[in-house]
C-alpha cells in the first residue's frame, strides 16, 4: 500500500468534513490546520494548503486567499453533496462507504 497516497486522500475527506461542520461560516486555514493536527499530529500547513487548493480545483472548495496571505476555505454545492454521501465521489478522496440506510 501507498502511505503516502492513503494519508493524501484521507486528509482531503477530512477537510470536506471540518468545513462541512463549520457551515454555514468561512474557515480561516489556521483553525483547518488545528483540526487536522488532531488527526495528523506531524500535518504541514503546505500539505494543507496543497489539499485545499486540490479540492478547490474540484471544485469541491471554494478558496479565497487573502493578499495579507491568510487563506479561508468553505465547501461549495458539489463538496456538501459529497459529505452527505448525496452524489457519486471520483477518486482521490478517502470518503468511506456508505454502511447505512
Known sequence: ????KIRRESLRWYLILALYNARPEEVCEEVVQTTMRSIYPDVTPL???QQL???ADRTLVDLRKEPSGRWWSSLTRCGIDIAEYTID???GIARPAKYWG
Open 89 to 91: 465521489i471520483e477518486p
Open 1 to 4: 500500500m501507498d502511505a503516502a
Open 53 to 55: 487548493d486540490y479540492l
Open 47 to 49: 500539505e494543507v494548503r
